[in-house]
């Protein structure tokens, strides 16, 4: 059973770094069927906001707001991705999930879900 | 435009239908996934594609999709189904994914 679980500091100060960990269990981060891996967030009271995707192979796809602040990487050895956005500030306060993002194609149209989730972890940025 | 709009707030009777929609210029280029969430928890795939459902995902859930609009419809609505309910699709350019603002359903 696939099982995510995210890590990391839960509090970082204003123009730091903040740097995530989802380790995945259950399955082989590069199995067949599990072609991305994701992360999302959201801050206290607000909607969801889609960061970011990796590929087994280290393909990028990023949410274009966040993309000069943005690194995902992914390390197969470890069953792990991670995520680092620099420069934080209090807008950056959120619960973080990390995710499987697969892609079905039917009848020629496209669609990416996410069905496994980590249950989140909250950063805070404050000095 | 690269954004996905729902209703805010829906309510529903309990026991009836309810629908939740999800407008954006990529839905008639892909399809959406639906999310459910309840306070404190993680969101929940519900829906996705054509009218897919995850196992265990009771078959109330159902989904559908006309031009630049998705709907997730529920039917036989229970108190349990009240939460925050979230599309996701591609953005017009294919390139990223985006949230619509979600929509929050009350059973009442």
């Known amino acids: 059973q696939l099982q995510l679980q995210e890590s990391g500091p839960g509090l970082v100060k204003p123009s730091e770094t903040l740097s995530l960990t989802c380790i995945v269990s259950?399955?082989?981060?590069?199995?067949?069927?599990?072609?991305?891996w994701g992360w999302t967030r959201q801050p206290p009271g607000k909607g969801l906001e889609w960061i970011g995707s990796?590929?087994?192979?280290?393909?990028?796809a990023y949410n274009p707001s966040l993309r000069s602040r943005l690194t995902i990487s992914v390390d197969t050895s470890k069953n792990q991705f991670s995520l680092k956005l620099t420069s934080v500030t209090a807008a950056d306060t959120a619960v973080y999930y990390c995710?499987?993002?697969?892609?079905?194609?039917?009848?020629?149209?496209?669609?990416?879900?996410?069905?496994?989730w980590g249950q989140g972890t909250l950063v805070t940025v404050s000095s | 435009s690269s954004e996905l709009t729902q209703d805010p707030v829906v309510s529903v009777a309990l026991g009836q239908a309810v629908r939740i929609t999800c407008q954006g210029d990529?839905?008639?280029?892909?399809?959406v996934s639906w999310y459910q969430q309840k306070p404190g928890q993680a969101p929940v795939l519900v829906n996705y594609?054509?009218?897919n459902r995850p196992s265990g995902i009771p078959d109330r859930f159902s989904g559908s999709s006309s031009g630049n609009t998705a709907s997730l419809t529920i039917t036989g609505t229970q108190a349990e189904d009240e939460a925050d309910y979230y599309c996701?699709?591609?953005?017009?350019?294919?390139?990223?994914?985006?949230f619509g603002g979600g929509t929050k359903l009350t059973v009442l």
């Open positions: 995710a499987s993002d697969q892609e079905l194609r039917s009848g020629g149209v496209l669609v990416n879900y996410f069905q496994s």
């Open positions: 259950g399955v082989s981060i590069g199995s067949p069927g599990y072609y991305y």
């Open positions: 990796i590929s087994h192979i280290g393909a990028t």
């Open positions: 990529s839905l008639s280029r892909y399809y």
């Open positions: 594609g054509k009218n």
């Open positions: 996701n699709s591609r953005a017009s350019s294919g390139t990223y994914l985006l």
